[in-house]
C-alpha cells in the first residue's frame, strides 16, 4: 500500500472484505470482529452501515448532492433548499455531513459507521443515520452508552463525538486509533490541493479557493477559534 495515495482513497490494495459489502485494514477488521462479539454478549447487535469508501465513491457523492440529486440537511438535519443556496454556501453544506472527495477518513480502511440492526429492525426498520437515534429515546442509544464505556478496550475511538464547528458530531463514527495514525500524519493540504485540481468535481473552483479554510476544519476537524 502506498500511504501518499492511500489516504487520498486512491489505494485500496491492504483492504480485506468484511461481511460481503464492507472493506477494512485487516488489523481493523479483526478489532471490530472481537468487539461485535464482546457487544452481542452484552445484547447489542452492532453491525457496520459504512465502511472504506475509494475517492471515486465519495467524488460521486459530492457531486449528486452538488446538483441537488441528493438532499441536503443543515446541523439539525433540516432539509435545505439545494436550487436557493450560492456556491459558497452549498460547499459548507455539503461538509456538514459529508467529506471532501480525498478528505474523509473513510478513505482509509480504519474507519466505519455502526449502528444496532436488532433495535433498527424492532423499530419498524426505518434507519436515517441521524443524531437522535443514538440519543436517550433512540433505537441506538444503548448501543452509544455501550460503545462510550469499551470502545478504547479495542482500539476504537470516536473522532466526531463533539462538534467542533468542523464536522458535525457522529456517534456512529468510529476509528481504529492505531491504525488511523499513519494516515493522520501523511495528510498534506498541497496534495489534497493537487488530486482536487485534476478531478471532475462539481464546485473545483470554490473548493480549491476556499481549501486553506476548509482543509483544517473539516478535513483536520480541528475546529474554529
Ligand atoms: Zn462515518
Known amino acids: 500500500m502506498n500511504l501518499s495515495s492511500a489516504w ?23 478489532a471490530f470482529t472481537a468487539m461485535q462479539q464482546a457487544a452481542h454478549a452484552a445484547g447489542q447487535d452492532i453491525q457496520i452501515a459504512s465502511s472504506y469508501r475509494s475517492f471515486d465513491r465519495q467524488l460521486a ?47 482509509w480502511g480504519t474507519d466505519l459507521d ?18 437522535s437515534e443514538y440519543r436517550r429515546g433512540g433505537p441506538c442509544y444503548q448501543l452509544a ?21 468542523g464536522v458535525a458530531t457522529e456517534l456512529w463514527h468510529l476509528s481504529h ?4 495514525k499513519a494516515f493522520e500524519s501523511v495528510r498534506s493540504q498541497q496534495a489534497l490541493y493537487q488530486h482536487l485540481s485534476n478531478a471532475p468535481i462539481e464546485g473545483k473552483a470554490i473548493i480549491l479557493k476556499l ?8 478535513v483536520l476537524n480541528k475546529g474554529i477559534n
Open 145 to 165: 452508552q455501550w460503545m462510550q464505556q469499551h470502545l478504547e478496550e479495542f482500539g476504537f475511538c470516536r473522532p466526531f463525538l463533539t462538534d467542533k464547528g
Open 61 to 107: 457523492i459530492w457531486n449528486r448532492k452538488w446538483r441537488g440529486e441528493l438532499p441536503l440537511y443543515d446541523h439539525d438535519s433540516r432539509l435545505l433548499d439545494t436550487a436557493s443556496l450560492s456556491d459558497t454556501d452549498k460547499v459548507y453544506a455539503i461538509l456538514i455531513w459529508s467529506a471532501l472527495p480525498g478528505g474523509s477518513r473513510h478513505h
Open 177 to 180: 486509533t492505531h491504525s488511523a
Open 114 to 131: 455502526v449502528y444496532d440492526r436488532v433495535s433498527i429492525q424492532a423499530c419498524g426498520g426505518r434507519f436515517d443515520m441521524v443524531d
Open 211 to 218: 481549501l486553506d479554510e476548509l482543509y483544517p476544519r473539516f
Open 8 to 30: 487520498l482513497g486512491e489505494d485500496d490494495s491492504a483492504l480485506i472484505s468484511i461481511e460481503d459489502k464492507h472493506q477494512l485494514l485487516p488489523a481493523v477488521a479483526d
